[in-house]
């Protein structure tokens, strides 16, 4: 990690339940959700026992998982705030997750205050979370609802309020493709997304890496815990750029696009496990 990038506090310092009342009364917290595993992944502390013990079994599988999820975190940030600076100012962030630090609207924010950004994610947890801390934050909201639904996520009138799909938007999807099955047309899915933005607008993406027999039991474990989908190879995610036009570096991973600082090679497989890439609509 970089001294510009997130940092986040590490697991050790979550308690060992969150206070009480900070969560919706009507959901399974035997279950364990995939926001609030990456949540304890990252260090937070809204998740509950079931999310741990995933995100447990996560870092055993992976030494330095943690490292992998904050490089993701960082290249967030890094890309938001390129975006930003190339006159972006409208942002739908796709499956994203509890909020952390260093969120997509601070990043955007931080370069262009007018920004506008809108969170979706199907965890009510994170629906409650995100309107207690942005609520005094008229350029951003958040809707639940699966990012699946492309139509029904981009007919939402919370979205319509502050996205104008006529000009460009930053469309993320980070760390939550992977989460799709094959049968499910993941590309289709993003395709119809693609279809109804701007010319102007970017696919910002990152996935899991398919490693072979490296990442075979890891890719087991997780996605068992976590649902469905799957790892997939670098060519199969770059398949998801088809028809855009990546930025430089390209589909890289993750530690690799626009590092603030270089970076030692070989990289370990940690620094391999998720790849991203930036693409524009022309």
Same mark, same amino acid.
């Given at each position: 990690?970089?001294? &510009?990038?997130?940092?986040?506090?590490?697991?050790?310092?979550?308690?060992?339940?969150?206070?009480?009342?900070?969560?919706?009364?009507?959901?399974?917290?035997?279950?364990?959700?995939?926001?609030?595993?990456?949540?304890?992944?990252? &260090?937070?502390?809204? +998740?509950?026992?079931?999310?741990?013990? !995933?995100?447990?079994?996560?870092?055993?599988?992976?030494?330095?998982?943690?490292?992998?999820?904050?490089? +993701?975190?960082? @290249?967030? +940030? %890094?890309? !938001? %705030?390129?975006?930003?600076?190339?006159?972006?100012?409208?942002?739908?962030? @796709?499956?994203?997750?509890?909020?952390?630090?260093?969120n997509t609207h601070q990043a955007a924010q931080s370069v262009a205050p007018d920004a506008r950004v809108v969170y979706v994610d199907n965890d009510p947890i994170v629906l409650a979370h995100g309107r207690a801390l942005l609520a005094e934050n008229r350029n951003t909201t958040v809707i639940?609802?699966?990012? %699946?639904?492309?139509?029904?996520?981009?007919?939402?009138?919370?979205?319509? *309020?502050?996205?104008?799909?006529?000009?460009?938007?930053? @469309?993320? @999807?980070?760390?939550?493709?992977?989460?799709? +099955?094959?049968?499910?047309?993941?590309?289709?899915?993003?395709?119809?997304?693609?279809?109804?933005? *701007?010319?102007?607008?970017y696919l910002f993406l990152t996935h899991f890496v398919a490693h072979g027999e490296q990442t075979t039991e890891l890719e087991k474990m997780l996605l068992a815990d976590l649902g469905t989908g799957r790892f997939r190879t670098l060519a199969e995610i770059g398949e998801y750029f088809d028809g855009l036009d990546l930025v430089e570096p390209g589909l890289v991973y993750n530690p690799l696009w626009r590092p603030q600082e270089p970076v030692p090679e070989p990289l370990t497989l940690t620094e391999k496990l998720v790849a991203g890439g930036l693409a524009r609509k022309a």
């Open positions: 990690m970089t001294q &510009g990038d997130a940092l986040p506090h590490p697991l050790s310092q979550a308690s060992s339940e969150p206070p009480a009342g900070w969560a919706p009364t009507d959901i399974d917290v035997s279950t364990p959700s995939i926001a609030r595993v990456y949540d304890a992944i990252l &260090g937070g502390k809204d +998740n509950f026992p079931a999310d741990r013990v !995933v995100a447990d079994q996560f870092m055993q599988f992976v030494p330095g998982g943690r490292e992998a999820a904050q490089y +993701n975190r960082a @290249l967030l +940030n %890094r890309g !938001v %705030r390129y975006l930003a600076e190339q006159g972006v100012r409208q942002f739908i962030d @796709l499956g994203s997750g509890l909020p952390t630090v260093s639940t609802a699966d990012f %699946r639904h492309s139509q029904k996520v981009l007919a939402h009138p919370d979205l319509r *309020a502050l996205i104008d799909l006529d000009q460009p938007v930053g @469309l993320i @999807l980070f760390g939550v493709v992977h989460h799709i +099955n094959d049968d499910e047309d993941p590309a289709g899915v993003i395709r119809h997304y693609r279809d109804a933005l *701007a010319a102007g607008s």
